[in-house]
């Protein structure tokens, strides 16, 4: 390939060609940078007293903070928490109790949520702004050579690059959706006015925590999806469970394909062929929850030797590397987990990393835990049985109702349940599922266990459950797997 020189300052080096062959421009450089860090979600928390003698460039094109701040996990469970109030309200007379819902003042809540997170964004910009060894640029950043970008016209350089650009909302190329107003989770929670009717395309954990929202709050919602169930990435009978539950709050049109999208004289109008015919579904507000896709073509990274999977994903190793020398990637951008508390951990490991370059430490290859926040619940860790059944290697899976446990029974709870699957060689639990009330809490039992590599005998019989608390759920399920380790 060919070389060229780029000069910084009076020194020049050289840069490899692009993947074509042919050899990059010479670009002039304006700023030399020990540490660059792209995002200021996660990759905010890389910079740390011990870089102080460092100069630092952070450079972010939205507020800081990133996705989780402003338009993601805090503002949605603010979100969630009176939306799971009023659901509950509607529901109180089956234990006697005379509850109501008598509407949400949307903008109310609204300003609630952002008045206190928007400060936050502006309180960090202004203390990184505040930093004498940082530099923040406001911007947009594009790879132009081997660890230099270029932000509104100025090139700079670092050492070291960490890419924490996260991902973006993914809009399928559906026809007629750019002839219609669309939201997608960037702008959603900031609408000024509840809908009347939400129509969501999607069936992922966006569409089902939002769907909550908008339909505890007093919302129609209908959700269109390709597939006939809703989060199919969890277990399978998670996934039932939850789509036979939401079938009686959301109108759902499962195994759709959108054939139209246009407006109408109520709003929108989204023409579906399903497998039953036919179907035209008008509402107000149109959400698109179709997933997320990586801002790596936005940073142009293959113009820094960057190298990316097929799905945009920047590849890294095990230690947070990608396949320029010196340049790190961690969180949503990497594609190994789009979960902000795996990008904290990310964080952690490369902000060592970066100052220790001669003893590294690798990313967490344990089973990432995870929730949806729905009502009711998802909380989940480690293999689904259908991962377990692909594997070929002897596992057993047992299901305990939450009916079954005594704070279940007095909460009438008909629907909840905790499946486990285990090796019964090494008498581990390997996969933990548990729908119901509090399920994001009652399954960081189990991933302690889980990580901390304790066989379910130990986490079964090793400590001391309270009676009758809702954990109870947890110690049967355990019970139940022991016996069927037994049994098998």
């Known amino acids: 390939m060919g070389a060229v020189s780029v000069i ?3 020194e020049s080096r050289p840069t490899k060609g692009d993947d074509t062959g ?18 200021t979600g996660s990759g905010n928390s890389i910079i740390g007293p011990e870089m102080d003698d460092m100069r630092i460039a952070i450079v972010e094109r939205d507020v800081f903070g990133g996705t989780c701040v402003n338009r993601g996990c805090i503002p949605s469970k603010m979100l969630i928490f009176p939306a799971d109030m009023a659901d509950h309200a509607k ?18 809540i609204v300003q609630r949520v952002f008045g206190r997170i928007d400060p936050i964004a502006v309180s960090g910009h202004n203390y990184r702004v505040g930093l004498p060894n940082i530099d923040v640029y406001d911007g947009e950043a594009l ?4 660890r230099q970008i270029e932000v509104d016209g100025k090139v700079i350089s670092g050492k070291q690059i960490v890419i924490a650009a996260g991902c973006r909302s993914y809009v399928p190329d559906f026809p007629g959706i750019d002839s219609v107003p669309f939201h997608t989770s960037d702008d959603i929670m900031r609408i000024p ?4 009717h939400l129509i969501v395309l999607g069936g992922g954990f966006i569409a089902s ?34 789509t036979e539950m939401m079938a009686d709050r959301f109108d759902l049109a499962l195994g759709s394909t959108v054939k139209h999208i246009s407006k109408s004289a109520n709003g929108i109008a989204v023409e579906l062929e399903c497998s039953s015919g036919p179907r035209t579904i008008e509402g107000d507000v149109l959400l698109v929850a179709a997933g997320r896709t990586p801002n790596s073509d936005q940073l142009r990274v293959e113009a820094g030797g ?24 961690l969180g949503d951008i990497n594609g190994r987990y789009q979960l902000k508390h795996m990008a904290n951990g990310e964080a952690k490991v490369v902000r060592h990393n970066v100052m220790h370059p001669d003893a590294l430490r690798e990313y967490d290859k344990r089973p990432a835990p995870h929730a949806v926040f729905g009502n009711p619940q998802i909380g989940a860790v480690g293999v689904t049985e259908r991962d377990a059944l692909a594997s070929g290697e002897p596992f057993v899976a047992i299901t305990h109702n939450y009916s079954d446990i005594a704070y279940g029974w007095a909460m009438e709870d008909t629907t909840g349940f905790c499946k486990l699957i285990g090796d019964p060689r090494t008498r581990k639990v390997i996969g933990a599922h548990i729908i119901g009330y509090q399920a994001s809490a009652l399954v960081q039992l189990l991933v302690q266990g889980i990580h901390l ?17 809702l954990p109870e759920l947890v110690e049967n399920a355990l019970l139940k797997l022991i016996a069927a380790f037994d049994g098998a």
């Open 8 to 10: 910084v300052g009076s």
């Open 22 to 39: 042919a050899p990059r421009q010479t670009v002039a450089v304006d700023t030399d940078y020990d540490l660059i860090v792209i995002g």
């Open 91 to 108: 529901h109180g007379a089956h234990l006697g109790i005379r509850t109501e819902f008598h509407g949400a003042d949307w903008p109310s």
């Open 143 to 146: 790879f132009v050579g081997d």
């Open 193 to 196: 006015q509840l809908p009347e």
């Open 209 to 242: 925590e939002l769907g909550h929202v908008f339909q505890a709050l007093g919302s129609k919602v209908t959700i269109i999806n390709r597939g006939l169930e809703l989060l199919r990435a969890e277990d399978d009978d998670i996934s039932l469970r939850f």
């Open 306 to 329: 960057i190298a990316v999977d097929r799905y945009g994903f920047v590849k890294v190793d095990e230690f947070g590397r990608t396949s320029a020398p010196g340049v790190w990637a």
């Open 453 to 469: 590599g304790t066989t379910a005998d130990d986490m079964a019989t090793g400590q001391v459950w309270i009676h009758p608390a």
